[in-house]
């Protein structure tokens, strides 16, 4: 099977899932830790050499107070947890806006943990005006811009995996994604399964990929 090297993840519907769960919006975001940690899991046993995970925008801080410290603290104990993994782990998101972690402030600089290995990228805070903001250079080609980025430790994307039905990327790393495949899965991220997976992988099994040429 060809396996993509780099995957993002995003992990939406944790607040359609609290409420069709008869709670608050704010508790869907503390059921999705656990699924994040079994993805991780599953692309270190499959092989796959990157991982991104969308946390939280700059977009999302918009959200009522009780939602975005119930997101914030569930990237923080994510993080946490994958640090204690195999992994070679940075946090990217805008650190000079006051609604940053300053718990995750420790990993804006990739560290490797363990072992190392898999790499990975959590996105906190992120905005692609953010990424993109002062990029200034006369070659336009897409090896020089990305290596202009903000996010330029961040490799170009194969394969996207959405949650909760969504078809958008919602500002998900525009310059890295320019060429990646897009699954969506209709299940919300806190009832992530293994065959959501495995079943993605299987399409992009299937896809042609031909890069534009």
Known sequence: MRLPNHIGIIPDGNRRWA???GMPKEQGYSAGIDPGLALFKLCQQ????????YGFTVDNTKRQAEQRRAFTDA????????????ASLL?????DSPVF??????????????????KINFLVNY??????YGLKTADTSLKNIANHLKSADVSRIDLIIRWGGRRRLSGFLPVQSVYADFYVVEDMWPAFRPEHFYQA?????EQDITLGG
Do not use: H, M
């Open 127 to 132: 905005g692609w005006e953010w990424d993109l």
């Open 46 to 53: 499959t092989g796959i050499q990157e991982v991104t995970y």
């Open 201 to 205: 992988l299987q399409w992009y099994n």
């Open 91 to 95: 946090v990217l998101g805008n650190t």
């Open 75 to 86: 990237c923080i104990q994510a993080v946490k947890l994958l640090s204690q993994e195999d």
């Open 101 to 118: 972690p300053q718990e995750l402030l420790p990993f804006t600089t990739r560290r490797t943990f363990g072992k190392g290995g898999i």
């Open 19 to 21: 409420v069709n769960q």
